[in-house]
């Protein structure tokens, strides 16, 4: 099954410093490019990977290798299913948190404004909530906010009420639907009015938000004092702005906190000042890197 090329694959994995007898985490395993750029520089280390995924399809991709365990699980519950499998400390953890071109490829899953189909956008389909059901049971402040924090689309308001007037007269249920309530409110090139707008409601959908704010905690919990690595490759600012903060203070808000005689308390060793992004040639070669930023830390 073709999935997306692994974006930022030398840096990202360059970051964990793999260490023979180390335990990793792919958070986002999806086709399986950067778990298998991540055994692959392992060489003869004998390490053990834990690859995770929410898309039931994303199993067909599962490794064959001795040193790779695929889970199917939603990597917000990362701890759990590691202590099933008797792990209670990682060495390094990788997450690439776009979506993949498979998903977007695939008409049915409904994250494309390229095809007709449900507005779905779920990674995973076991889950409950669609797109659909954001736009016909929410309140238009709720809409406009979604709209607003997660697409930065510039006339969220405008937008909003006009959904909320349209399913007055119909239910918006596939993507043809919500389009024609959306052309006439484009402003600025289409294709990057809609991708906002898409991006919003997917982020909805997934809670996207809260899951990476609950992947980060986990993952600071987890990985072991001195040398554990984290590592992550971010696509739209509030992601990147998460990922900042965690590395800085530990938490998604950026609160700094201090001990009883005022010494910050900082989780890692902040390994990039300032974001890496993909080189040119890398965005020639797949134009999915483009709005790539990696940060990566090492944990204190």
């Keep these: 099954m073709a999935y997306h090329v692994p974006v930022l694959a030398g840096e990202s994995v360059g970051f964990l410093n793999l260490r023979p ?44 290798d001795s040193r790779f365990t695929f889970v199917a699980a939603n990597f917000r519950n990362l701890t759990n299913f590691l202590r099933l499998y008797g792990v209670d400390r ?4 990788l997450a690439d948190l776009g979506v993949s071109s498979h998903q977007f490829d695939q008409a049915e899953r409904g994250f494309s ?24 049971n929410y309140s238009p402040e709720d809409l406009q906010k979604v709209f607003g924090e997660y697409g930065e689309v510039r006339n969220a308001r405008s937008l909003a009420l006009a959904i909320a007037e349209a399913r007055e007269q119909s239910p918006i249920v596939t993507i043809e639907d919500f389009l024609q309530v959306v052309n006439p409110w484009v402003r600025g ?20 938000i809260g899951a990476l704010s609950d992947l980060l905690a ?19 600012s509030l992601e990147d702005r ?10 998604a808000e950026g609160i700094v906190n201090k001990d009883f005689y005022g010494k910050i308390d900082r989780p890692y060793k902040v ?30």
């Design 189 to 208: 090139q289409r294709p990057r009015y809609l991708a906002q707008v898409f991006q919003a409601l997917r982020i909805e959908v997934n809670d996207e």
């Design 218 to 236: 986990q993952a600071t919990d987890l990985l072991i004092p001195t040398h554990g690595r984290l590592s992550v490759i971010s696509y739209h």
């Design 90 to 93: 990682i060495d390094g953890l």
């Design 113 to 136: 404004f390229r095809f007709d189909a449900a507005l779905d956008m779920r990674m995973g389909t076991i889950a409950d909530r669609t797109a659909a059901d954001v736009v016909n």
């Design 21 to 64: 007898g180390g335990v990793y985490v792919d958070a986002t395993f999806g086709g399986g490019g950067h778990s298998r750029f991540i055994l692959e520089q392992a060489g003869s280390k004998d390490i053990r990977l834990f690859g995770f995924d929410q898309d039931e399809e994303a199993v067909a991709n599962a490794l064959d």
């Design 271 to 300: 390994l990039t000042k300032k974001p890496v992004l993909p080189s040119a040639e890398e965005i020639r070669q797949n134009s999915r890197a483009r709005s790539a930023k990696l940060r990566a830390g090492e944990r204190l």
């Design 242 to 251: 998460i990922t900042k903060n965690f590395l800085k203070t530990g938490n």
